[in-house]
């Protein structure tokens, strides 16, 4: 994966840089922002609102360990059909994308399992309150299911980003770093055909709007020399 611009670039796990370190990034133009974090300091813990978006009826619990593909609406344990460019998902519906990330190419499951509205407060460790003011954090919390064939230890999803509920893209927040609110790893040693991790990125909604939906821009669904490639979307 390339930059941390999400409409330009791709982020790389070798771009993971110093720990602690913060990235604010507008999705329209790409800009971004720098600012250290606090070191390894716990995350503040007040009461918040619940979640905002959950997975819709009828759909399994927990869709990664029951494997549900959004895509076919069959097991995603042998793949199932590759996602297609602009293709809309429900929030607990899985989507099977290729994935490639140096010199890695395999295969993923992604599920959206839930949208969890936060609390401007939720980051007051992270020193950054000149960068988010008047923004509520929306927490975007996702799985990723290995049902390739490669070996993908060490490698970095990411690419994961908030709609509002008008469609505009919200701002993200990437940490660098541990944020117990909205954990987000690379994927574990041994990471072979099966395995899953959760993961969550933090989207950045103005005051008084709402992050409604998720968006996986990741290639081949972004437009960096693809103007037609749209992401995949759950709502």
């Given at each position: 994966?390339?930059?941390?611009?999400?409409?330009?670039?791709?982020?790389?796990?070798?771009?993971?840089?110093?720990?602690?370190?913060?990235?604010?990034?507008?999705?329209?133009?790409?800009?971004?922002?720098?600012?250290?974090?606090?070191?390894?300091?716990?995350?503040?813990?007040?009461?918040?609102?619940?979640?905002?978006?959950?997975?819709?009826?009828?759909?399994?619990?927990?869709?990664?360990?029951?494997?549900?593909?959004?895509?076919?609406?069959?097991?995603?344990?042998?793949?199932?059909?590759?996602?297609?460019?602009?293709?809309?998902?429900?929030?607990?519906?899985?989507?099977?994308?290729?994935?490639?990330?140096?010199?890695?190419?395999?295969?993923?499951?992604?599920?959206?399992?839930?949208?969890?509205?936060?609390?401007?407060?939720?980051?007051?460790?992270?020193?950054?309150?000149?960068?988010?003011?008047?923004?509520?954090?929306?927490?975007?919390?996702?799985?990723?299911?290995?049902?390739?064939?490669?070996?993908?230890?060490?490698?970095?999803?990411?690419?994961?980003?908030?709609?509002?509920?008008?469609?505009?893209?919200?701002?993200?927040?990437?940490?660098?770093?541990?944020?117990d609110k909205c954990p987000s790893e690379s994927l574990p040693s041994g990471f072979t055909n099966g395995k899953s991790q959760a993961s969550c990125a933090i989207a950045l909604a103005?005051?008084?709007?709402?992050?409604?939906?998720?968006?996986?821009?990741?290639?081949?669904?972004?437009?960096?020399?693809?103007?037609?490639?749209?992401?995949?979307?759950?709502?």
């Amino acid at each position: 994966m390339s930059s941390i611009s999400m409409r330009k670039t791709t982020l790389a796990a070798a771009g993971l840089a110093v720990a602690g370190t913060l990235v604010l990034t507008g999705c329209k133009d790409g800009n971004e922002e720098l600012t250290p974090a606090a070191p390894s300091a716990p995350a503040a813990q007040p009461s918040q609102p619940g979640g905002y978006a959950t997975p819709p009826a009828g759909a399994p619990s927990s869709p990664a360990a029951e494997g549900y593909d959004g895509a076919s609406g069959a097991p995603a344990g042998g793949g199932g059909a590759v996602a297609t460019s602009g293709q809309a998902f429900k929030i607990g519906q899985a989507a099977t994308v290729p994935f490639t990330s140096g010199s890695k190419t395999g295969q993923l499951a992604l599920t959206v399992t839930s949208i969890e509205a936060g609390n401007p407060a939720d980051l007051a460790s992270l020193n950054v309150a000149d960068k988010v003011k008047g923004k509520t954090p929306f927490y975007i919390h996702y799985t990723a299911k290995n049902t390739g064939t490669t070996d993908l230890s060490f490698t970095s999803v990411g690419h994961m980003k908030g709609l509002l509920d008008g469609g505009a893209e919200s701002d993200v927040l990437l940490v660098v770093g541990k944020f117990d609110k909205c954990p987000s790893e690379s994927l574990p040693s041994g990471f072979t055909n099966g395995k899953s991790q959760a993961s969550c990125a933090i989207a950045l909604a103005p005051t008084g709007a709402k992050v409604t939906g998720a968006e996986y821009w990741g290639d081949p669904y972004n437009n960096l020399n693809k103007p037609a490639q749209k992401g995949l979307t759950w709502k």
